[in-house]
């Protein structure tokens, strides 16, 4: 019956991250048949996946086991920025220094911009 609780719990996270189960089971590397049954109460989360979830995404371990305390242990994760520095990690290191310098370009001239937007409120 405690699993359920887990279960359930480890389905809230997931749905307050906004994953898919496929994208979610993925980040803690175990695979998506196995995680649905987790979250359908037919596996148990056992000690090891539990460690996997708090660590990626930030959950409060002691929250997932016995539902004390916050969902998270800080703010949730940036999913999606972490998601674009895993793929940034996988690109050849030419595609990556060339993304990475257009990022700060992009960076640069969205600073910009919102300066020269403040100045033309302040007129």
Do not use: C
């Amino acid at each position: 019956m405690a699993n359920s609780s887990i279960s359930s719990r480890i389905k809230a996270v997931r749905k307050e991250l906004d994953l898919s189960q496929r994208a979610f089971s993925s980040g803690i590397f175990i695979s998506h048949s196995f995680y649905a049954k987790i979250e359908d109460g037919t596996r148990i989360a056992n000690k090891r996946i539990i460690e996997l979830i708090g660590n990626k995404y930030n959950v409060n371990k002691e929250w997932l086991t016995t539902g004390k305390g916050g969902m998270f242990s800080s703010a949730p994760p940036d999913v999606e920025l972490e998601q674009l520095v895993d793929i940034i990690k996988e690109l050849d290191p030419l595609f990556r220094e060339y993304i990475i310098k257009q990022i700060k370009l992009f960076a640069n001239l969205h600073k910009e911009s919102k300066k020269q937007g403040k100045g033309k409120k302040a007129e």
